[in-house]
């Protein structure tokens, strides 16, 4: 996916992007702090915002191929079963019992299958909406801050999930996330952005190396300089 010469004004916010190439097959994330632009950026790629200018090149990805898990998911009037399956049924997939009982056991909340899901506290229904965007095996997937509001124990867990989907299928992650250590491990590129602004795109040992002042401010802020 390119992004060209993009501009969005959204009230008062303008976000602002030269040109971003999110690599198929490879684990990015959208970094800086709260506010700058992380998830307006992420709503556009998947039409649910708009922009006044610019290109997105989707290189043949289409709507469907891209799925979202965000920080306050959308939970239906539904079984923690039907929360997951959902996507599923939308695009007709198969339906696997084995593999919905295998991601449930994996966060510890087997025995929440058929529970009412807007029940569930915040942290719980992230990791449904983590499970509902693994489980549908779409091309490009986007996991806007759905680790924060997850104990240790459980981030590790979602890591996993993302490594191994990445591993066997290839499948474009975007991460957003404002914590860059406790994703180090997985992404290959990072995109800075601050005060709407699309500032590098690098590597971690890039971000390391820079000299742009914000940059080496949100660095050492994270504690890795």
Not at 55 to 83: C, W
Not at 93 to 106: G, R, S, V, W
Not at 179 to 193: M, N, T
């Amino acid at each position: 996916m390119k992004i060209s010469d993009l501009q969005a004004k959204l009230g008062d916010f303008t976000l602002a992007v030269d040109t971003l190439i999110l690599e198929e097959r490879k684990i990015h994330a959208f970094i800086g702090s709260n506010g700058c632009g992380k998830s307006t950026l992420a709503k556009i790629i998947m039409g649910i915002l708009p922009y006044r200018k610019g290109e997105i090149d989707f290189e043949g990805l289409q709507a469907h191929d891209i799925v979202l898990a965000s920080q306050k998911p959308y939970m239906l009037h539904e079984t923690v079963r039907e929360n997951i399956v959902y996507p599923l049924k939308i695009r007709k997939q198969e339906i696997c019992e084995e593999e919905i009982d295998f991601y449930l056991n994996e966060f510890g909340m087997f025995e929440k299958k058929f529970e009412h899901a807007r029940q569930l506290s915040s942290g719980q229904q992230q990791k449904v909406s983590i499970i509902r965007a693994v489980i549908a095996k779409q091309k490009f997937i986007v996991i806007d801050e759905s680790l924060s509001n997850l104990d240790i124990e459980s981030i590790s867990t979602a890591k996993n999930m993302i490594k191994r989907l990445h591993a066997e299928s290839g499948v474009t992650f975007v991460l957003i996330s404002h914590q860059v250590a406790s994703i180090a491990d997985l992404v290959h590129e990072y995109h800075f952005f601050d005060r709407g602004e699309h500032i590098l795109s690098c590597d971690l040992e890039g971000l390391k190396r820079s000299n742009h002042e914000k940059i080496k401010h949100y660095m050492q802020l994270q504690s890795l300089l």
